[in-house]
């Protein structure tokens, strides 16, 4: 095998475990929200999550930034008020 058949089969295992992953965590009946961050850890483009989840990357663009300023705005205010 070449490198370039390395990097393609490689790629496909990677897909493969991450579906299952998807599949064996029960994260399929979760929101989009869940799911794309789940692959998103797992090193997934966007382009490829996309794929797997059945949407769109710029939908998991957006609801991974709507999520992660929900995080900054919940850790901001847990902050301030410590600080009292």
Request: aromatic share 4%; proline share 0%.
């Amino acid at each position: 095998m070449d490198n370039q058949d390395d990097q393609y089969w490689l790629a496909v295992c990677g897909r493969a475990l991450a579906f299952l992953c998807l599949t064996q965590g029960d994260l399929r009946g979760q929101g989009i929200a869940q799911q794309a961050s789940l692959l998103d850890i797992l090193g997934l483009s966007r382009k490829d999550a996309a794929l797997l989840i059945g949407t769109t990357e710029k939908t998991i663009t957006e609801v991974l930034s709507r999520e992660r300023r929900k995080a900054k705005e919940n850790n901001d205010g847990k902050g301030k008020a410590g600080k009292k």
